[in-house]
């Protein structure tokens, strides 16, 4: 335990002894209790114990931010090889969990240490103002078929912690947000399924320096009877910064979760991604990579969604690349970003265990305005489901300075469907074939594709009645559009859209479309990045 450590646990018994003991009261000649008064000799009374706030957490993040990175304690001997399936079978007994005693609707369970885990996070309770921790106790653990060979060390630290909340039956309390490795949490709303992650800090992302920061200590309010938030306090660290994190959680059919941060750098030009969001992307219809799966997809979500400052809403299909790829959407003070699983259709995943239908979509909106900078997109290849393969953040042009804080704040709500994005039609459907019409004779112009987009939804169905009022506009940054066509489509009530896009061997361009009608924009802006072979 660093000297920081120790000045904070100390301080926190010391207050704790002074809570307990209360103040001095003495009885008035009528029987009344009042405060006893000291006597003109007498020491003043000692001063009250500071509750607990955000700002111990500042403070400490900042000091930290003074040495370089202290290194953690590594893993005992008993647990550095356990394997995925013998650290899943170790888990917290319910009737163990912590907040209960409040009389309140949240629950805390701790993650043991081991397998991937192997970083350690002390975990705190805060009641009345005093921060308490939580000691680890092998008690507090069912081992299941779990054997561990000798007693672990009682400092052992934890791996991380989930809330429960009666999510989706009055009677059950649901998991709703887990801290778990390096800065990752995770949280849902009514009737979501886990699928993408948020971190509190990307650096570098995307290259092969990128560095990921990770908790050292949590501290959670404990929260009173009838309460419909929880707040969560966390101390992040990493080689080139340190930082302070607030997390507000209001779940409900559409969680929503208040983030507030200062990030305190170590170094100068430390390359930032504030509100990151993690995801995978191995198939879908846009990007037919993977044969001989029955699944016709597999995603965790199948777009990034971003509202400029100027009002526009883009909408982004994701891929799996054959090489990392970044975009970038340059703004100032972007209102909104989010990865979306927009597809919610079962037939289209046929997955019965991982319901891919029922994984959330995280949409981020800024508190104050970020200034310049842009909404960045990492797509990565990957040969399997397993590996989390998209990053979507905010990029600001401009680097922490060492010895100033960088103060910023967000809000990300986990919706299924929200009418308020994109309210206008959305793109609902990408394909990518050959640019002519099937069965035709017609030889396609060399480095040509078709791109098909289905729009639906916003006042596009009335539109239908009258299809030759609706324009598509298309554009591409480099190379040339030979031919376009938009048609209805009565089964998804709005239109398809075709673009025929030919460009020189080995060629890019980002490709953008819209609808409009006169000077009404009807839809979102499609735009998608392609390569000609």
Not at 125 to 153: H, N, Q, W
Not at 176 to 190: D, E, H, Q, T, V
Not at 468 to 491: C, D, K, M, W, Y
């Amino acid at each position: 335990m660093s000297d920081i450590d120790r000045r904070f646990v100390l301080a926190s018994i010391a207050a704790a002894g002074l809570a307990a003991a209360g103040p001095a009261r003495a009885q008035s000649p009528g029987g009344q209790s009042r405060p006893a008064q000291p006597s003109p000799q007498s020491d003043p009374p000692p001063p009250q114990p500071a509750r607990f706030s955000f700002e111990d957490v500042q403070r400490r993040a900042r000091e930290l931010a003074t040495a370089p990175l202290a290194p953690t304690a590594g893993l005992p001997d008993p647990l550095k090889n356990l394997d995925f399936d013998a650290w899943r079978d170790i888990r917290f007994k319910p009737e163990r969990a912590l907040l209960a005693n409040s009389g309140g609707p949240f629950r805390l369970q701790a993650f043991h240490l081991g397998h991937l885990f192997k970083q350690p996070v002390t975990i705190n309770t805060i009641r009345d103002g005093m921060a308490t921790p939580v000691p680890y106790s092998a008690s507090l653990f069912d081992y299941g078929r779990t054997k561990i060979e000798r007693p672990l060390p009682v400092n052992l630290g934890f791996a991380g912690f989930r809330l429960h909340y009666p999510l989706n039956d009055p009677r059950v309390h649901d998991e709703a947000i887990s801290f778990l490795g390096a800065s990752y949490f995770r949280f849902l709303g009514r009737g979501q399924r886990y699928g993408l992650s948020a971190r509190a800090l990307a650096i570098n992302a995307g290259t092969s320096e990128e560095e990921f920061p990770f908790f050292r200590e949590f501290w959670i309010e404990t929260p009173e009877a009838g309460a419909d938030r929880v707040t969560v306090y966390a101390l992040l660290d990493s080689e080139s910064v340190t930082g302070a994190w607030r997390f507000d959680l209001w779940p409900g059919p559409d969680s929503v979760l208040e983030v507030s941060a200062s990030v305190y750098a170590r170094r100068p030009g430390v390359k930032l991604g504030l509100a990151p969001l993690t995801s995978m992307f191995f198939d879908g219809e846009n990007d037919r990579r993977v044969r001989g799966d029955y699944r016709p997809e597999v995603h965790d979500s199948d777009g990034l969604l971003v509202h400029t400052r100027a009002g526009e809403w883009i909408w982004r299909p994701l891929r799996n690349p054959a090489k990392p790829e970044v975009s970038a959407f340059l703004d100032r003070d972007a209102r909104g970003f989010g990865l979306f699983q927009r597809d919610r259709f079962f037939e289209h995943y046929q997955d019965l265990d991982l319901a891919y239908e029922q994984r959330p979509s995280y949409w981020v909106e800024p508190a104050q305005g970020w200034g310049d900078g842009r909404v960045e997109l990492v797509e990565l290849p990957t040969a399997d489901e397993t590996n989390d393969n998209i990053v979507a953040s905010w990029a600001p042009n401009e680097s922490p300075e060492p010895g100033k804080a960088l103060n910023f704040g967000y809000r990300v709500t986990a919706c299924l469907e929200q009418a308020r994005l994109s309210p206008n039609g959305r793109a609902v459907n990408t394909y990518q074939t050959q640019a002519k019409a099937l069965g035709s004779r017609e030889a396609p112009p060399p480095g040509t594709r078709r791109f098909i987009i289905d729009f639906a939804g916003g006042d596009l169905a009335y539109h239908q009645n009258d299809p030759g009022a609706v324009e598509l506009v298309p554009t591409t940054a480099n190379g040339q559009i030979v031919r376009s066509f938009l048609v209805p489509n009565p089964h998804t009530k709005g239109f398809r859209a075709g673009i025929d896009v030919q460009l020189e061997p080995g060629q890019s361009s980002d490709l953008r479309a819209f609808l409009r009608a006169g000077n009404r924009t009807l839809t979102e802006t499609w735009t998608f990045p392609w390569k000609a072979e």
